[in-house]
């Protein structure tokens, strides 16, 4: 394979830099013959999508890796797949598609979650034994439903009982997993958070109290805002239950606030579109861009998908003898958020893919 040079001021940071690209890895020391694919401009490391579905919403492979490579088009070349009922570790093997850290499947009760996506455990005592099973399936993350609606309750409910979840996090940890849980409400979050999850997926239900208590502990935010932004559509479909409509309502009416607060306090905020669960696949920059509008700095919303979303998924930025994937921009993304979308080069394991 041609060594290949790129050239560009690299993020974070202000340095123009030289580096080369021999077998899918960075190099900072000149490679004789490379080619030069980038003179100049912006070199971000590739960018992550932390809450992203592969698999969901397609009936085979071949819909799953379309998906997957309408986030490389958009400039994601590193997935956390947050639960898929598809087995698509066969694209994992695919040198032309994202990087894709896997979740398994959801893990749900019945009639507590979209119907045949997830496990479905009848008895709750069983949690700990299914997160084992998912933490050996998946790469490092279990999913879990931590609330959903109670359709006889007619609002959002814990799918989990607290000691259940404490013995099932352990067990996951032991395992050398994270676990991470879907949470639209509040009654659940406490639970999740005591036991020591380390991640919440939505949570528009955090109190201030909550938001200081995932700063202190470290517990990280993906809080989906292009996703959250379709909750009043799901209240206008749920007129059969209108105290969980009414409830979706409040929670999207205080995101703004509750957002402001989980970025004021520190808590680890990371950039997930939530594709596949309503969302379109694609969407990474307008994420970034809600993030700021939410009050990150552009350059801290730009790093909660790309190098400190790296970092917390076990990748690095762009270094000596790091991944070789990152995208090449005109503009600095830092002024403006918009000349993402228009990357002049997107390079995936030290391959020019655009
Ligand atoms: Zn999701």
């Known amino acids: 394979m041609t060594a290949l040079h790129v050239r560009g001021v690299l993020l974070p940071g202000d340095a123009e830099r030289d580096l080369w690209i021999v077998n899918g890895r960075v190099r900072t020391e000149p490679v004789p013959g490379a080619e030069t694919v980038v003179d100049g401009g912006f070199l971000v490391p590739g960018l992550v999508d932390a809450h992203c579905h592969i698999g969901l919403a397609t009936d085979d492979l071949a819909g799953a890796e379309a998906q997957a490579r309408t986030d490389r088009d958009a400039g994601t070349l590193l997935i956390r797949d947050c639960g898929s009922p598809m087995d698509t570790r066969p694209l994992q093997e695919r040198l032309d598609l994202p990087r894709i850290v896997r979740a398994g499947r959801h893990v749900a009760r ?4 979209i119907r045949d996506i997830g496990v479905e455990v009848d008895d709750p005592a069983r949690l700990p034994a299914v997160v084992a099973e998912q933490a050996a399936y998946g790469d490092g993350w279990v999913k879990l439903i931590g609330d959903w609606i109670d359709r006889e309750a007619g609002d959002l409910a814990p799918l989990w009982p607290d000691d259940v979840l404490t013995d099932a996090i352990k067990v996951a940890h032991e395992a050398g997993a994270r676990v991470t849980a879907h949470v639209f409400g509040a009654d659940a979050l406490p639970g999740l958070i005591a036991a020591g999850i380390d991640c919440i997926e939505h949570g528009t239900g955090l109190s201030t109290e909550l938001i200081d208590d995932l700063a202190a502990r470290g517990t990280a935010l993906v809080p989906t805002l292009i996703n959250i932004e379709l909750f009043p559509g799901i209240a206008a479909g749920a007129s059969k239950y209108p105290k969980y409509a009414a409830h979706m309502r409040a929670l999207h009416a205080s995101v703004p606030e509750t957002i402001a607060a989980a970025i004021e306090a520190g808590v680890p905020i990371y950039a997930g579109t939530d594709a596949g669960g309503g969302v379109d696949h694609g969407r990474i920059v307008d994420e970034i861009i809600a993030l700021h509008r939410a009050g990150m700095s552009r350059e801290r919303a730009l790093g909660a998908a790309s190098w400190v979303a790296r970092g917390w998924l076990g ?20 002024q ?5 979308r228009t990357p002049k080069r997107i390079v995936l394991r030290g391959r020019v893919i655009s």
């Open 110 to 113: 019945p009639k507590r979650y």
């Open 315 to 334: 990748w690095s930025g762009i270094e000596d003898g790091s991944a070789a994937d990152l995208l090449a921009f005109d503009a600095d993304p830092r």
């Open 336 to 340: 403006d958020l918009d000349a993402l």
